[in-house]
């Protein structure tokens, strides 16, 4: 009989991992309140990547024409690549921008 709780304490930090593994929140502290954090946190987060994405292809649907040449037939402008390096820098800075607002967020 020792030995089996030998044998079941020792499986104790397996059956610790696999819950933290299958769990969709994993509280470190003992606090409930955490878990509404990690709601709000998290439906932030959602809403961040769908604007991000919807500007990334937003941009990237009048960008890509540009710098392949679509408007040189009909006006006969042809984005230089250096204008079409600003652009692309530009649009990283915009990202990066973007992400510290979650510094500005309090839960």
């Known amino acids: ?15 610790k991992e696999r819950a933290i593994e299958t769990g969709d929140i994993v509280l470190i502290k003992e606090d409930l309140r955490d878990v509404v954090v990690a709601m709000e946190l ?4 959602m809403r961040k990547i769908k604007q991000n994405l919807f ?3 937003f941009y990237n649907s009048l960008g890509i024409p540009l710098a392949a040449g679509a ?13 079409a390096g ?22």
Do not use: D, H, I
Request: net charge positive; glycine share 4%; hydrophobic share 45%.
């Open 55 to 57: 500007w990334k292809f």
């Open 1 to 15: 009989m020792r030995e089996r709780r030998v044998q079941w304490f020792g499986n104790r930090n397996r059956f």
């Open 71 to 83: 408007l040189y037939l009909f006006t006969g402008f042809l984005l230089s690549p250096v204008t």
């Open 42 to 45: 998290s439906k932030y987060t």
């Open 86 to 107: 600003a652009a692309m820098a530009f649009s990283s800075v915009f990202v990066c921008k973007k992400l510290l607002t979650y510094e500005a967020l309090t839960l």
